[in-house]
C-alpha cells in the first residue's frame, strides 16, 4: 500500500500514530534515552545454514503469537518489462495449495486454531503472517514451512485467481488516490521499477491469467530461504521456537537467480501531470521529490523524516495556516516513505474551492522554500524527536504490531536492529542538516506534481 | 456483573491456551461505580484497571448519537463531537491544544454512530495529569469557536458531497444500504448527517445541543490502565460538574419486514459494481439467537477471512472479486486490522452480505450467486460438521478482537450498553452451549432467505435495472477453465429467479443521495 496522509473524516486522528504505551513502559523502562535502543525488547536472531532470518521475540502475551513471514521481494523486483504487479500476484497464489496440504486443508488448519491471517505487498516486500494462539505454534510453521518450499497449484487455478487480483484493482480505483499515485509514479521515474504501483500497470493485470508458465520461475527465484526473515513474537520460548525452526525450515534449499535493480536518472526538469476525475471530488495536489533509498547511518533520512514533520504536521504553521485559519484544504500531509532504493518525498493535499488550487500549491513550495533558507530551532527539533520516538513505541502493543514493526527494518536493512541504529540519528540532527537537506532535495528540477480535479479544474 | 480478576500488567492479552484453544480474556480489574454517596452526583464510570499499566486508555461515552439529531438539523450531534474532540477550551484554542499534545503524541478522536458517540484517548502516564486536564476542558468547557464550526461543518459536508457519494464506493454501498433499512426510521440518516441537516445547522445550535445532551447522567466515564484512585475521584468530580438531566430515549419504531428483492441501483462512473444487501434481525448481543447466528454469519463469511462460503465461491473458485463476507450487526472495520471498531451498540441490528466490486457484466450474476449461498444456508442450515468447525474458529478467533487495553474498554462498555457481562466472555459461554439444532433454528426463525433490500453502486444502471427486473439470465464468463462443480451451480445460477419487485427497483443517482 502507498503511504497516504488522507484523514479519515470520523477517525480522525490527532497528531496521528494514535496508539498505547509499550510493554517497556510496563517494566519500568524510561523513553529511549542518549545511546540506548529504541525497542525495547529482547530479540533472538539466528540465521540458519540455508540463510533464512530468524528472529524471535518472548513478548508477554499470554497464549497468544504473530508469525511473520518477510519476502525481501516486492514490485521493486518485477524488471522484466510486461510483468509489472506480479510481487502481489503471487502473494495472492500462496494460499492455493500444496501437495501435503490442498488449499482448502490449509484454510481448514487454520480455521481450526482460529487464527487471523493475511499478506500484502509493497515495493520492496511481501509479508504474510499468521496470529493465532501460541499453542498452535508447531501447525503454523508446518503449514508455513510447507507452503514456502513446496507450492504447487494448477494453471486453472491460476488463471481464476487473476480474477481477484483485477477485483482488487478495481475496488481501489473508486478512491482517487489510486490514481493519483499511479500517475505520479508514472510521471515521476523513468527507468525504475518504482515507476508502477504494487498493483502493476493495468494492462499487465489484464494479461496476468497467461503467465502461469512465468509464476513458476517467480516461485523458483524468489520465494528461497536467504531471501526470507521468519519473525515470531509473542509467547514462546526462544530456544525451543529455533529448534522447531530448524526442524521445519533447514530442508529449504538456497537459490541461484542473480539479478539487479533498476537505475533511476537523476531528474533534471519540473514534471508535472494532470488526472480529469470522472465523478465530483475537492481537486487533490500532490508534489513529490525523489530522496535517497533507506540507510541506517547517513543523517539524510532520519532529516526528512523530521522536516515532514516540521513542515506538515497539523502543528506545522503551513497545517495551522491552509488548514486551521484559511480553511483552504481539509487534508495537508507530507512524508519520506523508506525503501530500499531512492524514492520519493510526497506531500499531498485536498483543496476546499477549486479556485484556490494554485494558491495552495504556491503556499506547499513556500514552506519548502523557507525550510532551506529559515531554520528551524533547537526546541521545534526536540518537540519533533520526542513525537517520533513516542509515537514509535506507542505502537508496539501487540505481537502483531511488534513483529510488523520488525519485518519493516527487516525487509530494509536485512537486520532488525537497523530500527535501533536508525532512531539514535535523530539525535544528531541539527537544524543546520535540516537546512543542507532541504536544499539538497527541494529542488524545483527535482520535482514532480501532479493534479486530479473534477470538472475541468486545473 | 463481576469478572475474572488477573493480578496486573499483562492484561492486555489473552490468558494461556489449553490445546489450540484461547481461554477468554477478562478484563483486568473491572468494575462500575456509581458515586459513592448521593452528595457527589456523577457519572457512571467504568473502570479497567491494571496496576502496573503506565499507559492510560479513557473511552467518555455520551448515550446520544444520529438518532438524537432533531428533524431538519441531521449531523447535529456529530457536528457538536467535532466541535468538542477538534475544537478548543475555554482557555485554549485549537492550535494551543493541538500543540500542547504533540510532543507527547497524544490522542483525542470522536466517534459518533446513531446510538451513541464516543471520545476515545490515550496516554502515558507521566504526562495524563496535564493531558488530562485538556481533555475533561474539552468536554467540560468547549470553546465553541465560530472558525472551528466552520472547519469541522466543512468536513462533514465534504465527507458526505464528494468522498462517500464519489470517491469510496465500499462505503458508499454499506451507507446506501442503511439507509434503505432504516427509511422512516430514527436510523435512516447516516451519523454525519445530511447535507440539508448540515447545511441548516447553526453555531447556536450546537451550543444548545451541547447543553442538553452533555449531562452528567447522560455520560459514562470509561478509564484504563495504571491510573490511581485519587485520579478517578478527581476525575468523577470534575464531571460530576455537569448539570444533571438525561436525555429521553427515543423510541424506535421496529422496521418494515421486507416482502421481496428491494433494490437500489446507484448511479455513479466506476470500473466495477460494489454489492451490498442485508435485512433487519430481531436480535443483538443481549439475545441469545444472536449467539447462534454468529455461527451462520461466520460460516457464510467473517470480515476480511478467507474461509467462508461466500469468499470461497465468488472469489475462490471463480475468481469474480477481491471478497465477499456476512455481518450479524453493524460492522465497521477497525482500522488497519480486521476487527470490529467498538462503540457502535445499536438496539435494532441487521444481518448483510457485502459483496466486494465485481466487473460490470458479472453485477446480476454474483448477486445471485450470493443470494443462492444465503438460501441453501437458510433451506439446509449446517451440517453437525460444518458447525462444530464454525464454532471451533470463533471461539479461538473472537479471542484475538481485544487485544489492547483501549478496545477491552470498548468492548466492556458496549457490554454494558446491551446490559450483558463482558462480550467475549459472554461469547464463549454461549458458544460452548450451542447445538446445531439451536443454529438452525435460529436461521430460520430470524433470517431471510429470499427477500432483501439491496443495493448496487454502478455506471451501467439502466441496463442492469431492466436485467434485474426481467430476471434476465446472467451468463458468465471466466478467464480460464473452473470445475464442473462450478459449471454445474453456473447452469442454475445464471438463471435463478430473484423475488424482484419492479416497483420498488429504482435507479438512483449518488448526487442525490444523504441529501435529506
Redesign the interface.
Known amino acids: 500500500m502507498e503511504l497516504l496522509w488522507v484523514l479519515s473524516?470520523?477517525?480522525?486522528?490527532?497528531?496521528a500514530?494514535?496508539?498505547?504505551?509499550l510493554l517497556a513502559?510496563?517494566l519500568g523502562a524510561p523513553l529511549q534515552s542518549a545511546g540506548a535502543d529504541i525497542f525495547p525488547y529482547g530479540i533472538h536472531k539466528d540465521v540458519l545454514e540455508n540463510g533464512l532470518t530468524v528472529i524471535i521475540v518472548p513478548y508477554?502475551?499470554?497464549?497468544?503469537v504473530a508469525y511473520y513471514t518477510v519476502v525481501r521481494t516486492g514490485s521493486r523486483n518485477e524488471v522484466e518489462p510486461g510483468h509489472s504487479g506480479f510481487a502481489h500476484f503471487f502473494e495472492h497464489m500462496m494460499?492455493r495449495g500444496t501437495e501435503k496440504y490442498s488449499?482448502q486443508k490449509y484454510?481448514?488448519m487454520?480455521?481450526?486454531?482460529?487464527?487471523?491471517?493475511?499478506a500484502s505487498t509493497s515495493d520492496d516486500v511481501t509479508t504474510y503472517y499468521i496470529?493465532?494462539?501460541?499453542?498452535?505454534l508447531e501447525?503454523i510453521m508446518d503449514l508455513e514451512s510447507d507452503r514456502f518450499q513446496n507450492l504447487k497449484y494448477t494453471?486453472?487455478a491460476?488463471?481464476?485467481?487473476?480474477?481477484?487480483i483485477?477485483?482488487?484493482?478495481?475496488?481501489n480505483?473508486?478512491?482517487?488516490f489510486q490514481s493519483i499515485f499511479e500517475k505520479l509514479r508514472d510521471t515521476a521515474f523513468a527507468e525504475h521499477t518504482y515507476k508502477h504501483t504494487t498493483m502493476g500497470f493495468l494492462a499487465d493485470i489484464k494479461d496476468m491469467?497467461n503467465k502461469y508458465e512465468y509464476s513458476l520461475k517467480f516461485f523458483d527465484r524468489w520465494y528461497r530461504p536467504e531471501n526470507c526473515g521468519l519473525i515470531i513474537v509473542g509467547?514462546v520460548k526462544p530456544e525451543a521456537t529455533l529448534a522447531m525452526v530448524k526442524k521445519y525450515y533447514s530442508p529449504w534449499r538456497r537459490g541461484s537467480y542473480k539479478w539487479e535493480a533498476s537505475h533511476e536518472p537523476e531528474q533534471t526538469a519540473p514534471r508535472s501531470a494532470h488526472i480529469d476525475w470522472?465523478?465530483?471530488?475537492?481537486p487533490y495536489v500532490v508534489l513529490a521529490y525523489h530522496v535517497p533509498a533507506f540507510s541506517d547511518k547517513g543523517l539524510d533520512g532520519p532529516a526528512l523524516d523530521m522536516l515532514s514533520q516540521l513542515m506538515f504536521?497539523?502543528?506545522s504553521a503551513l497545517y495551522?495556516k491552509l488548514?486551521?485559519?484559511k480553511?483552504e484544504v481539509?487534508q495537508l500531509g507530507g512524508g519520506w516513505a523508506k525503501r530500499r532504493d531512492p524514492y520519493l518525498f510526497t506531500i499531498s493535499t485536498r483543496v476546499?474551492n477549486p479556485e484556490n488550487v494554485a494558491n495552495v500549491r504556491k503556499e506547499i513550495e513556500s514552506a519548502l522554500d523557507a525550510a532551506q533558507h529559515q531554520p528551524f530551532n533547537e526546541e521545534q527539533l526536540?518537540?519533533v524527536r520526542?513525537?517520533l520516538k513516542?509515537?514509535y513505541v506507542?505502537g508496539l502493543?501487540?505481537?502483531?504490531r511488534i513483529a510488523s514493526q520488525l519485518a519493516m527494518y527487516v525487509q530494509l536493512a536485512g537486520d532488525p536492529q537497523a530500527v535501533n541504529r536508525y532512531y539514535t540519528l535523530y539525535d544528531q540532527v541539527t537544524p543546520e542538516k535540516l537546512e543542507e537537506v532541504a536544499k539538497k532535495y527541494f529542488r524545483p528540477e527535482n520535482q514532480t506534481v501532479v493534479t486530479l480535479s473534477y470538472g475541468g479544474v486545473k | 456483573m463481576k469478572h475474572q480478576k488477573l493480578p496486573c500488567v499483562v492484561l492486555f492479552f489473552l490468558s494461556l491456551a489449553a490445546c489450540t484453544s484461547l481461554r477468554a480474556q477478562s478484563p483486568a480489574t473491572e468494575k462500575a461505580s456509581h458515586p459513592p454517596s448521593a452528595a457527589v452526583a456523577a457519572p457512571l464510570m467504568v473502570e479497567l484497571h491494571s496496576t502496573n499499566s503506565p499507559l492510560i486508555s479513557f473511552r467518555i461515552l455520551l448515550h446520544a448519537g444520529s438518532i438524537n439529531d432533531p428533524k431538519g438539523k441531521e449531523g447535529l450531534n456529530a457536528l457538536t463531537a467535532l466541535m468538542i474532540g477538534q475544537g478548543g477550551t475555554k482557555d485554549m484554542t485549537y492550535k494551543q491544544i493541538v500543540d500542547a499534545l504533540y510532543p507527547w503524541a497524544a490522542s483525542i478522536s470522536p466517534q459518533s454512530d446513531k446510538e451513541v458517540t464516543v471520545f476515545i484517548a490515550n496516554i502515558h502516564k507521566d504526562n495524563l495529569q496535564k493531558f488530562y486536564r485538556i481533555f475533561a476542558n474539552l468536554l467540560l468547557q468547549p470553546r465553541f469557536d465560530e472558525s472551528d464550526f466552520k472547519r469541522n461543518k466543512d468536513e462533514l459536508l465534504n465527507y458526505l458531497q464528494n468522498t462517500l457519494r464519489f470517491n469510496d464506493d465500499e462505503d458508499l454501498g454499506k451507507q446506501s444500504l442503511e439507509a434503505m433499512l432504516y427509511a422512516n426510521h430514527p436510523y435512516g440518516h447516516t451519523p454525519e448527517g445530511t447535507v440539508d441537516g448540515l447545511k441548516s445547522i447553526t453555531l447556536d445550535d450546537v451550543k444548545a445541543y451541547y447543553k442538553k445532551v452533555y449531562t452528567r447522567d447522560n455520560i459514562t466515564l470509561g478509564i484504563a490502565g495504571g491510573y490511581t484512585p485519587e485520579f478517578v475521584r478527581g476525575m468523577k468530580a470534575d464531571f460530576a460538574k455537569l448539570p444533571p438531566g438525561k436525555v429521553a430515549a427515543v423510541t424506535l419504531p421496529k422496521p418494515a419486514p421486507i416482502m421481496d428483492l428491494q433494490i437500489d441501483v446507484v448511479k455513479k462512473e466506476n470500473r466495477a459494481t460494489a454489492l451490498s444487501f442485508g435485512c433487519p434481525v430481531d436480535v443483538t448481543r443481549a439475545d441469545k439467537d444472536f449467539y447462534a447466528l454468529m455461527v451462520a454469519s461466520s460460516y457464510l463469511g467473517e470480515h476480511r477471512t478467507q474461509n467462508g462460503v461466500l469468499f470461497n465461491y465468488i472469489r475462490g473458485l471463480r475468481g469474480l472479486n477481491y471478497g465477499d463476507y456476512a455481518y450479524i450487526e453493524n460492522f465497521i472495520q477497525d482500522g488497519g486490522s480486521t476487527f470490529p471498531v467498538p462503540n457502535i451498540p445499536r438496539r435494532h441490528q441487521f444481518f448483510s452480505v457485502w459483496i466486494r466490486p465485481v466487473e460490470p457484466q458479472n453485477a446480476h450474476f454474483a448477486l445471485r450467486a450470493a443470494l443462492f449461498q444465503v438460501q441453501q444456508l437458510v433451506a439446509k442450515g449446517l451440517t453437525k460438521e460444518q458447525f462444530e468447525q464454525q464454532r471451533r474458529f470463533l471461539l479461538n478467533y473472537s479471542k484475538l478482537w481485544n487485544q489492547t487495553l483501549s478496545r477491552r474498554l470498548g468492548t466492556l462498555l458496549d457490554s454494558k450498553f446491551y446490559g450483558i457481562d463482558y462480550f467475549p466472555d459472554r461469547v464463549d459461554r454461549e458458544l460452548k452451549a450451542l447445538k446445531v439444532e439451536d443454529v438452525n433454528a435460529a436461521i430460520k426463525k430470524h433470517l431471510q432467505d429470499k427477500n432483501f433490500d439491496v443495493t448496487i453502486i454502478t455506471r451501467d444502471a439502466e441496463p442492469l435495472k431492466t436485467a434485474l427486473a426481467e430476471n434476465t439470465p446472467s451468463p458468465i464468463q471466466y478467464a480460464g477453465p473452473v470445475s464442473d462443480e462450478v459449471l454445474r451451480d453456473d447452469k442454475v445460477l445464471v438463471g435463478l429467479k430473484l423475488n424482484v419487485n419492479p416497483d420498488k427497483l429504482r435507479v438512483v443517482p449518488a448526487s442525490e443521495l444523504f441529501e435529506k
Open positions: 473524516r470520523r477517525r480522525k486522528i490527532v497528531l500514530m494514535a496508539g498505547f504505551l513502559f510496563l508477554d502475551s499470554p497464549g497468544v494460499f488449499e484454510n481448514d487454520l480455521k481450526s486454531i482460529g487464527a487471523d491471517t493475511n496470529n493465532a494462539s501460541s499453542s498452535a501447525t494453471e486453472a491460476f488463471r481464476t485467481e487473476a480474477g481477484s483485477m477485483g482488487e484493482y478495481n475496488k480505483y473508486s478512491v482517487p491469467p509467547d470522472k465523478n465530483r471530488t475537492l504536521s497539523e502543528t495551522q488548514v486551521i485559519e480553511q481539509d476546499k526536540a518537540r520526542s513525537f513516542y509515537s506507542m502493543n501487540t505481537p502483531s
